[in-house]
């Protein structure tokens, strides 16, 4: 069956600007992850969604960067006033959402601000 | 704060040998272990899972084993092939709070050479 998807696969955007990054998880997944990939650090958790349990915002680096499920299914993150920090690669996982889940990614989006 | 520290950071080794990759970690309380690896631009794809209560997991040339009191893990490849080129990256995930995030090592990189 189909994996995780993500779009876009490459985003370039001007520091300033908002952008958004969509991920379609893994049908009757009900958990979805949100991981930062930065060049030459690891991967850094950002957000958490179960459910319709509240989310673990934990990981969100700053108030610039939010997130949405919509319908259980599909993600948004969104980064507003983007920075020259923020360029990464942003990972999407889902997972069954029971304790010994395995995660599921999908291939990520490459962010560049210039 | 859980620390996890992959070595070597990179690792090249000819076709045919078998080899083994540690991941450290500083906190034992953890609910499970994962391996993936990443293909570059690529996401992660999971090799395996190892539950706390379990010692090791293998799929075909793969196996993975945990010694959660000493916060250790190996992945051990073998007979490795040039396709295993890729990076490997093992993460934990807490048996506390949420429980919802993983926390990744660096990576290991490996190359397998004809």
């Known amino acids: 069956g189909a994996g995780v998807s993500q779009s876009p696969s490459n985003k370039v955007t001007e520091k300033g600007k908002d952008v958004e990054l969509r991920c379609d998880p893994i049908?009757?997944?009900?958990?979805l992850y949100w991981y930062r990939q930065s060049l030459g650090q690891g991967l850094e958790f950002l957000i958490y969604f179960q459910g319709n349990s509240a989310p673990d915002k934990s990981g969100l680096p700053s108030d610039r960067f939010s997130a949405e499920r919509t319908g259980g299914s599909v993600s948004t993150l969104t980064i507003q006033r983007t920075q020259q920090e923020d360029s990464a690669v942003y990972l999407c996982?889902?997972?069954w959402g029971l304790g010994t889940d395995t995660q599921y990614f999908g291939p990520g989006t490459r962010l560049t601000v210039l | 704060k859980q620390e996890v520290t992959q070595i070597p950071a990179a690792l090249s080794v000819p076709e045919g040998e078998n080899l083994v990759l540690n991941c450290s970690f500083t906190?034992?309380?953890?609910?499970?272990l994962q391996w993936f690896r990443q293909d570059p631009g690529k996401g992660l794809t999971s090799l395996l899972l190892i539950q706390s209560s379990q010692r090791e997991q293998t799929s075909g040339r793969l196996n993975a084993s945990l010694d959660k009191s000493s916060g250790r893990s190996t992945l051990y490849i073998a007979a490795s092939q040039p396709g295993d080129s890729a990076t490997y990256l093992c993460a934990v995930r807490p048996n506390t709070g949420t429980a919802s995030k993983l926390t990744f090592g660096t990576g290991t990189r490996l190359q397998v050479t004809l």
């Open positions: 049908s009757g997944h009900t958990a």
């Open positions: 906190d034992s309380a953890i609910y499970n």
């Open positions: 996982a889902s997972s």
